[in-house]
C-alpha cells in the first residue's frame, strides 16, 4: 500500500449526496450545509453523487463539500476521474457502468480509494480480482431511489460478506432501524442518502445511524 493513503475507517457511515433532493427542503439548505451536519453527526465518508454536474461544477461543488467536511471524513467521488483529481479525492466510486478500475489507475495513480458497485456473490468476487479496494453492495433493502428492483435482503449481504475479503460497505434503504443488522451480517459499513439527506435534522438522523453501528461492533467485541 502507498504511503499515506487513506484508510477507511471502521465502522463507515457513508453519505452519498444528492442535491436534487434539497430543492424541496423547507427551510432551503446548501448541500455543503448538510454535509457539515452529517459530518458532525458522525459520517465518516461523504460519496460526492452529483451527476447532473459538469466536471467543472462538480469540482466547484466538491470545494466547497470538501470545506464543510474540514478533514473529519474521506471524501469520494462518484465516477468522475478529472473531478476526483482536482479535488485531491482520498477515493472514487466506481458505478457498474462506465470508468473502470484500470482507468482510474491510469488517471489518479495508486494513491486514491477505488468503491465499486455490486450487486452479486459473482460481482463482488470480479471486483475483487480487479483490484478494488472496497466494495458498495446494493440493494439491500426496499428504496424509493431503486423502484422494481428485489433487494438482496439481510442474508443476501451476508452471503456477499462472506465471498470476499474485501470491505463490503451495505447501500439501499438503510436507516437507523435496520443498520445494526447489515454490520452483523459481516458490512463493514453502511451507505446512507435519503435517511440522511431527506431529515428534518441531518445531524440528529445521522446520530443515529453512527449509534446503530457502533452498538453492532461492541456487541461484537464483546
Known sequence: ???????????ALVLVTDGARLRWRQPPAELDD?????????????????????TPDLIALGLRVRDAIAGRALLFVN??????????????????????????RATLGDGPLVSLAV???EQAIAAEHEGA?????????????KPGIRPLGIEGVRAVCASVK???????????????????AGARGVAVMGAIMDA???????????????????????
Open 1 to 11: 500500500m502507498p504511503a499515506g493513503r487513506p484508510t477507511l475507517p471502521f465502522p
Open 34 to 54: 448538510i454535509v457539515r451536519e452529517a459530518v458532525l453527526g458522525g459520517v465518516n465518508v461523504v460519496q460526492l453523487r452529483e451527476k447532473h454536474l459538469s
Open 166 to 184: 474485501l470491505p463490503v460497505i451495505a447501500i439501499g434503504g438503510v436507516t437507523a432501524d435496520n443498520a445494526r443488522a447489515l454490520l452483523e
Open 119 to 121: 450487486h452479486s456473490n
Open 133 to 145: 479496494d472496497l466494495l458498495q453492495l446494493g440493494t439491500a433493502f426496499e428504496t424509493a431511489s
Open 200 to 222: 428534518v435534522d441531518p445531524r440528529a438522523a445521522t446520530a443515529a445511524i453512527r449509534q446503530a453501528i457502533d452498538d453492532a461492533v461492541r456487541q461484537h467485541t464483546r
Open 79 to 104: 465516477g468522475d476521474l478529472d473531478a476526483a483529481r482536482a479535488l485531491a479525492a482520498d477515493g472514487i466510486h466506481l458505478p457498474s457502468y462506465g470508468p473502470t478500475i484500470r482507468d482510474v
